[in-house]
């Protein structure tokens, strides 16, 4: 069965006709909306998008016609904040765009020019079944680490789906550090440097910004602008729950922002404050430890009790040393308390948009990625068995409708050695 | 600051090396020599004081059972008293006044046992004055033990215990050094002092590194070594010194005669080069592990396991002729040059070679889920045609880390006469949903998770935000 699913996986890469409809028939399909999976139902998507899913959906005439009983269809899971497409690994100096710490610029920095899809991490993770990441740029010399992008994961040349979707920014303990030593300069530089970016606003010719010493240049006050206008949102990363008050409160001075928060791992014990202000999260789903001073109270159950008081939620691929697919263990894991007393975690369809639609949400792309409903990106992955247990695996894996391979350098490692002792030739020899 | 400490260090051990030189080359046996054995130093100077805490006679019975030596029983029973396993088996009667325990639809297992760990000397808070783990101020610190770095009160002790279902733990120091010093083995049970948290009778291990690390500290410092090969060299002639000292403190143990210069960082290479100590040595990439392998041989030590052996499935032949283990991540890959070729079929390729192979985890979060981190090593080596029974796999969470730690003849297993380590899962262990429900050390119920008081707050997290709170 798998093996005729790859086949005809590998057939319509060798279709050129992208006008294909496809029909996934008889599976369990998980929507990514916070729905609970629907049994037996169909999957219909034509040119990059999907066209309906559901228990009453035919698979239209002319269709290529995928029967999937016994495996189950999930939206392509969204990572986010991550690094992956910026560097080959972290601990590679010279091939790291993650963060500039010699550069004059700041806010100004827009992560889409460094995107490497060929990367062989991009297919590593593709094959985890990670179709979309929320790539965001580390901090160099300011608070402000500069503009991410969301990118796809697909096996083309076209990675970057929104640059500058985002500016990211660092207000905590990390934002301290950033900013000289304290949280206070942290702030004193944040507010001053929306307001250097009002004075260019209003008189561009006389705004510095061009000195060595000039706090933010001109390209950074056009990026801020951004940001103080609502035009993009400011993603903020703080834990601490003293923090996330302070941040929910920058609204009173700048009322356009659209603030996410991001780490938050104390957010569960300011979630109505979060819910009432309607900023979205994007946090860590497993970090339980006090591992700094501003996480003193972290727990598993952060963002179930976030969840429960309201607030749109998402989780972080954020330290997965193991890949950003992990991501979907994690939301498992979170399924996995709510049969702990005293834990909250997520029922199993909130599991899955949290590593889908919720992230997704975050930045107001809900409505092209993140989920199977009508009209969103063909973003699709068939799994053999339940998206968020362990043992599961794609079988077959679609961005915006193409089909993707299914082999990585990974696979070919393994392949290789499959008997670590060589044959006839050396193993550099030995290759697919 | 530290750079000062570590001339001063290193001026120190060159002093100590150059005494010793002159004992080799003046040493010699006096004619009238006597006969009278050399007084020996201490092998065990700050000795183990853990004590099992009280447990009641338990049955768990209707119940799946990973034995821990690759056997399973459905529908089986278990059951321990005073602190040991007494019987595993289909049907077992419960003894009077025994606590029945009804297993349907849950696992028991052997605690895990996370050969890598550095809770302790890399707690959280992981702030500065916190920070113990590498003394970075010399690649060669042989003389650092991990147990004077081991801070008692890690939250993370509880998390490992409570999630992690984690009876047993190795603490190493960093991987900075080459030599990074002594390991210490501990009981995962709080204690006020690291030694009422040490294993009964483990072995001591001894930390090396290869690779990146030590070139890249002290390469950084204008030091050797700055390469992989001044890291070999660096190793050899420091084994070369130990073969010395530990001649020369042989004789004196045997023949007696002026005790020489004690050393140490070199006692714990002499308790190596004995068998007394095991290496556990930090290494990557499949040729720097063959090439310790001959190093190994050239000064005549064994290497009990290779840590972070992310290749290690390129030269699984070769670790099996070795007899030397290797202790995996699931799937690390990507976050440096010699973690590239990390692949999650790795277990699985090692297994099927028929070398000792393992999970650790490095990490205080990882610790908390090394039976997930084994599932998703068996996934991978199902999908490359590998299949494992699950109950075979759980030899790398307990059986094979307790074998490289030495202590396989008392805990590892659900065995008779075995210490009772075990936990009971609310479902599979290989299962994304399931979790500890109950964990004994020593019989001892450390963990419940439908009893809010048997679980462990440390003195950090009491008084805090959050304390008690399920975590």
Same mark, same amino acid.
């Given at each position: ?74 939206? !392509? ?82 990675? &970057? ?104 791992? /104390? ?23 006090? /591992? ?39 939301? !498992? ?46 973003? &699709? ?52 | @600051? ?119 000397? $890399?707690?959280?808070?992981? %702030? ?68 009422? @948290? ?53 004789? $004196? ?23 007394? %100590? ?5 290494? $990557? ?51 440096? @040059? ?28 990882? %610790? ?78 450390? $963990? ?24």
């Amino acid at each position: 069965m798998i093996r005729a699913l790859l086949l005809s996986a590998a057939a319509l890469i060798a279709a050129p006709a992208l006008a294909q409809t496809v029909a996934i028939t008889g599976a369990t399909v998980a929507l990514g909306d916070g729905s609970a999976p629907i049994q037996n139902a169909t999957l219909v998507f034509r040119d990059g998008r999907i066209i309906a899913a559901g228990s009453g959906v035919a698979a239209p005439a002319g269709a290529e016609v995928i029967d999937a009983h016994g495996k189950w269809v999930s939206p !392509g899971l969204v990572a986010g904040f991550t690094g992956l497409g910026l560097h080959d690994a972290n601990g590679i100096e010279e091939s790291n765009d993650g963060s500039a710490k010699g550069s004059p610029f700041a806010a100004a920095i827009d992560v889409s020019t460094a995107i490497n899809p060929t990367g062989v991490k991009i297919a590593n993770e593709r094959l985890g079944g990670v179709t979309r990441a929320l790539v965001a740029p580390d901090t160099g010399n300011s608070i402000f680490a500069g503009q991410g992008a969301v990118i796809d994961l697909g096996d083309d040349a076209d990675p &970057v789906m929104r640059a500058r979707a985002f500016q990211y920014v660092e207000l905590g303990e990390h934002g301290a550090r950033d900013a000289g030593g304290s949280r206070p300069a942290a702030y004193a530089l944040f507010r001053d440097a929306l307001t250097q970016a009002q004075d260019y606003r209003r008189n561009p010719a006389t705004f510095g910004g061009r000195d060595r010493g000039a706090l933010i240049k001109r390209s950074d006050a056009e990026a801020l602008l951004k940001v103080i206008d609502g035009q993009v949102p400011l993603v903020v990363h703080v834990d601490r729950a003293s923090d996330i008050r302070n941040v929910l409160g920058l609204t009173r001075d700048y009322p356009k922002l659209r603030l996410v928060l991001t780490g938050a791992s /104390e957010g569960w014990r300011v979630a109505r404050e979060i819910a009432a202000a309607k900023v979205p999260v994007i946090a860590a789903a497993l970090a339980d430890l006090p /591992e700094s001073f501003e996480a003193v109270a972290a727990t598993e159950s952060n963002v179930g009790r976030m969840r429960a008081a309201g607030v749109q939620v998402g989780l972080s691929a954020d330290g997965a040393s193991g890949g950003e697919h992990n991501i979907r263990q994690y939301a !498992g894991n979170l399924v996995a308390i709510t049969r702990i007393p005293g834990a909250t975690g997520l029922d199993w369809g909130q599991a899955l948009a949290s590593i889908t639609s919720g992230p997704a949400a975050a930045l107001g792309l809900d409505g092209e990625i993140g989920s199977l409903r009508p009209g969103r990106r063909a973003d &699709v992955i068939l799994w053999d068995g339940d998206p968020l247990e362990i043992e599961s695996q794609p079988v077959a894996i679609w961005i915006d409708g193409k089909p993707q391979p299914m082999h990585s350098r990974q696979t070919e490692l393994r392949d290789r050695y499959l008997t670590p002792t060589e044959g006839a030739l050396p193993k550099a020899y030995d290759r697919r | @600051m530290g750079h000062v400490r570590g001339l001063r260090l290193l001026a120190g051990a060159a002093v100590a090396l150059s005494l010793v030189a002159c004992g080799g080359a003046n040493g010699e046996r006096p004619k009238t020599a006597s006969s009278t054995p050399g007084k020996a130093y201490s092998r065990d100077p700050y000795p183990s004081t853990y004590h099992r805490y009280p447990g009641v006679p338990t049955l768990v019975r209707n119940v799946t059972v990973f034995d821990g030596e690759g056997g399973r029983i459905d529908n089986g029973s278990v059951l321990f008293a005073d602190g040991k396993i007494v019987a595993i088996g289909q049907t077992l009667d419960a003894p009077a006044g025994a606590s029945v325990v009804d297993g349907q639809g849950k696992w028991i297992t052997p605690g895990v046992i996370d050969i890598h760990s550095h809770l302790g000397d $890399y707690p959280s808070p992981g %702030i500065r004055a916190l920070s113990d783990g590498n003394e970075a101020t010399a690649p060669v610190t042989a003389d650092v033990w991990a147990e004077h770095s081991v801070w008692p009160q890690d939250p993370g002790f509880g998390r490992a215990l409570a999630n992690g279902g984690v009876t047993a733990l190795q603490i190493l120091p960093g991987s900075a050094n080459l030599f990074g010093g002594r390991s210490v083995v501990l009981k995962n049970v709080y204690a006020r002092t690291t030694q009422a @948290m040490k294993f009964p009778g483990a072995p001591y291990g001894l930390k090396m590194a290869c690779g990146e690390n030590p070139k890249r500290v002290y390469g950084s410092k204008g030091r050797e070594p700055s390469t992989r090969m001044g890291n070999i060299a660096v190793d050899r002639a420091t084994w070369a010194k130990a073969q010395t000292y530990k001649r020369k403190w042989d004789k $004196y143990e045997r023949d007696g005669g002026d005790q020489p210069e004690r050393d140490i960082a070199m006692d714990t290479l002499r308790g190596v080069l004995a068998g007394e %100590i095991r290496v556990q040595n930090h290494c $990557y990439r499949a040729d720097e592990m063959a090439t310790v392998l001959d190093m190994a041989k050239e000064f005549g030590y064994h290497v009990t396991a290779f840590h972070h052996a992310v290749e290690a499935y390129k030269i699984a032949d070769l670790l099996k002729a070795n007899d030397t283990c290797a202790a995996v991540w699931a799937d690390w890959y990507g976050f440096k @040059m010699e973690s590239y070729d990390g692949i999650g079929a790795n277990l699985a390729l090692l297994e099927k070679a028929g070398a000792c192979a393992m999970i650790h985890s490095d990490d205080a979060n990882g %610790i908390q889920r090394l039976n997930q981190e084994v599932a998703k090593a068996l996934s991978a080596g199902r999908r490359a045609g590998i299949d494992i029974p699950d109950a075979v796999a759980w030899k790398w969470l307990s059986l094979n880390p307790a074998r490289a730690l030495g202590i396989d003849n008392q805990t590892g297993s659900l065995k008779p006469g075995k210490m009772a380590d075990v936990v009971l899962w609310n479902g599979n262990p290989f299962s994304v949903y399931t979790r500890p429900e109950k964990v004994w050390v020593d019989g001892a119920l450390l $963990y419940d998770a439908n009893d809010p008081k048997r679980r462990p707050v440390s003195d950090f997290e009491l008084g805090q935000p959050g304390s008690g709170d399920v975590k």
